[in-house]
């Protein structure tokens, strides 16, 4: 990956707004939305052969890594894997270099494959094996030992999964669910010797609709309260594509160290979510149900409650800025898709870009489509912000982070977000790829830190109004 630059893409907040929210005198008044009619000069207007920001070379271009098994690892995945980066992180080398020496000389390319998914889920039981030997001897430094070699399990389980999975409407492949179920039990096996353990809550989906599940699964890590009075701060952590509750630790230990809560949930379309991934509107009734516990459990201060969505999980993250602006104090998006990365000319050459697998299919299941094609046809007519209208309404405050050379999610779709509804917040990263990475997350936890800070001084001196 390229180095990343450090200069911020100017404007980094827009008052051009077709919706604005004034706040005088602790009264609040918003001027309704007007229809927004892109000029052909436009972020937002649909332009055939539109030269993306990425470049034309960018866009066109197939990676390396998308011939096979050995060109995934050798271009792709072995630099991130020695140094314990994303989708590595937790893991260790040591543990994936037979893996992929056993896929290559057996010529195994096909990453839906069962026979890619077991190669993974025999180490990763092996891993487990040795944790639960460890964890079973007295050895006084038996629980950080165990807990470690249990996260390198479940980054070999969370491989072997790659590149998608879900529940709803059924589970699409039985192999690659039992590997995510692995993952889960290791990670609650690694979890259970922290100070600060890991709870899984089943959360009632009271506004599930018939063929839905019950329950919506989270995670939830809270740090020690001096008192049951006292509220916490809380983040809640929207997932994505391919990554789900259990790949989140360094996330949760950073809003820990802060004093914060958090509560790691999955999209519609992924994993354990039940909400019906073919419903536009199931994130607004999975949302209510998640805010109707939260008030409801009492550990969480509903006034200081932010959300930050990840890829995937980065387009719910602008849909509930909006949808439930009132309830949050501010947003992250990273990565995010919102209009642009439902085009059809996009969608006909992401598959050669940056993700690992081609990912259209994955994205047509997510988004319950039965086919490639039914999606690239029909996905933003029915998914868009832009065209469901949710764009010009008034929305908390909203990060936007990305790098601007992303060939899954366009930057097009955070950028396109200044000329609708009210002003946003952004952090772009010029030579970098999808999510900014790695300079992204040194500007978001500042960034959050002075959302909750401003939310915290509101609450100490109410006569406290910002303008």
Same mark, same amino acid.
């Given at each position: 990956?390229?180095?990343? #630059?450090e200069?911020?893409?100017?404007?980094?907040?827009?008052?051009?707004?077709?919706?604005?929210?004034?706040?005088?005198?602790?009264?609040?008044? %918003?001027?309704?939305?007007?229809?927004?009619?892109?000029?052909?000069?436009?972020?937002?207007?649909?332009?055939?052969g539109?030269?993306?920001?990425?470049?034309?070379?960018?866009f066109?271009?197939?990676?390396?890594?998308?011939?096979?098994?050995?060109?995934?690892?050798?271009?792709?995945?072995?630099?991130?894997?020695?140094?314990?980066?994303?989708?590595?992180?937790?893991?260790?080398?040591? $543990?994936?270099?037979?893996?992929?020496?056993?896929?290559?000389?057996?010529?195994? *390319?096909?990453?839906?494959?069962?026979?890619?998914?077991?190669?993974?889920?025999?180490?990763?039981?092996a891993?487990?094996?040795?944790?639960?030997?460890?964890?079973?001897? =007295?050895?006084? *430094?038996? #629980?950080? !030992?165990?807990?470690?070699?249990?996260?390198?399990?479940?980054?070999?389980?969370?491989?072997?999964?790659?590149?998608?999975?879900?529940?709803?409407?059924?589970?699409?492949?039985?192999?690659?669910?039992?590997?995510?179920?692995?993952?889960?039990?290791?990670?609650?096996?690694?979890?259970?010797?922290? *100070?600060?353990?890991?709870?899984?809550?089943?959360?009632?989906?009271?506004?599930?609709?018939?063929?839905?599940g019950?329950?919506?699964? %989270?995670? %939830?890590?809270?740090?020690?309260?001096?008192?049951?009075? =006292?509220?916490?701060?809380?983040?809640?952590?929207?997932?994505?594509?391919?990554g789900?509750?259990? $790949?989140?630790?360094?996330?949760? $230990?950073?809003?820990?160290?802060?004093?914060? !809560?958090?509560?790691?949930?999955?999209?519609?379309?992924?994993?354990?979510?039940? #909400?019906?991934p073919?419903?536009?509107?199931?994130?607004?009734?999975?949302?209510?149900?998640?805010?109707?516990?939260?008030?409801?459990?009492?550990?969480?201060?509903?006034?200081?409650?932010?959300?930050?969505?990840?890829?995937?999980?980065?387009?719910?993250?602008?849909?509930?800025?909006?949808?439930?602006?009132?309830?949050?104090?501010?947003?992250?998006?990273?990565? !995010?898709?919102?209009?642009?990365?439902?085009?059809?000319?996009?969608?006909?050459?992401a598959?050669?870009?940056?993700?690992?697998?081609?990912?259209s299919? !994955?994205?047509?299941?997510?988004?319950?489509?039965?086919?490639?094609?039914?999606?690239?046809? *029909?996905?933003?007519?029915?998914?868009?912000?832009?065209?469901?209208?949710?764009?010009?309404?008034?929305?908390?405050?909203?990060?936007?982070?990305?790098?601007?050379?992303?060939?899954?999610?366009?930057?097009? $779709?955070?950028?396109?977000?200044?000329?609708?509804?009210?002003?946003?917040?952004?952090?772009?990263?010029?030579?970098?790829?999808?999510?900014?990475?790695?300079?992204?997350?040194?500007?978001v936890?500042?960034?959050m =830190?002075?959302?909750?800070?401003?939310?915290?001084?509101?609450?100490?001196?109410?006569?406290?109004?910002?303008?």
């Amino acid at each position: 990956m390229a180095p990343h #630059a450090e200069t911020p893409v100017s404007p980094s907040t827009s008052a051009s707004s077709s919706t604005q929210t004034h706040v005088q005198e602790n009264k609040e008044t %918003v001027t309704p939305p007007v229809k927004y009619d892109p000029s052909s000069g436009s972020l937002t207007a649909t332009v055939f052969g539109r030269q993306w920001l990425m470049g034309r070379e960018a866009f066109d271009r197939r990676m390396p890594h998308h011939d096979g098994i050995k060109a995934l690892w050798k271009t792709k995945w072995e630099f991130p894997c020695s140094k314990s980066l994303y989708p590595f992180h937790d893991g260790k080398y040591e $543990d994936f270099v037979p893996i992929f020496d056993f896929l290559i000389e057996n010529d195994i *390319n096909d990453g839906t494959s069962p026979a890619y998914t077991e190669a993974f889920i025999r180490a990763a039981n092996a891993l487990v094996s040795e944790a639960d030997s460890l964890l079973a001897s =007295e050895d006084d *430094n038996a #629980a950080a !030992a165990a807990s470690a070699l249990y996260l390198r399990a479940c980054t070999v389980y969370r491989i072997a999964r790659f590149p998608y999975i879900t529940s709803q409407p059924t589970v699409n492949d039985a192999t690659k669910w039992r590997a995510w179920t692995a993952q889960k039990e290791a990670y609650m096996k690694a979890a259970s010797t922290w *100070n600060d353990p890991v709870q899984e809550v089943m959360v009632p989906y009271t506004r599930a609709k018939a063929g839905e599940g019950s329950h919506i699964p %989270v995670y %939830v890590r809270a740090p020690s309260q001096p008192s049951p009075e =006292e509220r916490l701060g809380t983040v809640i952590l929207f997932t994505g594509l391919d990554g789900y509750r259990p $790949d989140n630790t360094v996330r949760c $230990d950073e809003f820990l160290a802060r004093g914060w !809560a958090s509560v790691v949930v999955e999209i519609p379309g992924t994993a354990d979510c039940p #909400a019906d991934p073919a419903d536009a509107d199931a994130p607004e009734r999975l949302w209510d149900s998640l805010f109707e516990w939260m008030e409801r459990d009492g550990r969480f201060d509903m006034g200081r409650v932010m959300v930050w969505g990840l890829s995937s999980g980065g387009y719910y993250a602008i849909r509930v800025a909006h949808t439930h602006a009132k309830k949050l104090i501010g947003v992250v998006a990273q990565g !995010a898709g919102c209009h642009h990365f439902f085009d059809w000319e996009w969608l006909g050459q992401a598959d050669g870009h940056e993700y690992p697998f081609q990912l259209s299919p !994955a994205m047509a299941l997510k988004h319950g489509f039965r086919s490639v094609e039914e999606y690239k046809k *029909n996905a933003q007519k029915k998914f868009s912000l832009l065209e469901s209208g949710i764009l010009e309404k008034p929305s908390t405050r909203l990060l936007l982070v990305n790098g601007m050379l992303d060939g899954l999610m366009p930057i097009e $779709d955070s950028m396109m977000l200044f000329e609708h509804g009210s002003p946003k917040e952004a952090r772009f990263f010029p030579d970098a790829l999808h999510m900014g990475y790695p300079a992204a997350n040194g500007a978001v936890y500042p960034w959050m =830190e002075s959302v909750m800070d401003q939310a915290t001084r509101t609450e100490q001196e109410p006569g406290l109004f910002i303008v």
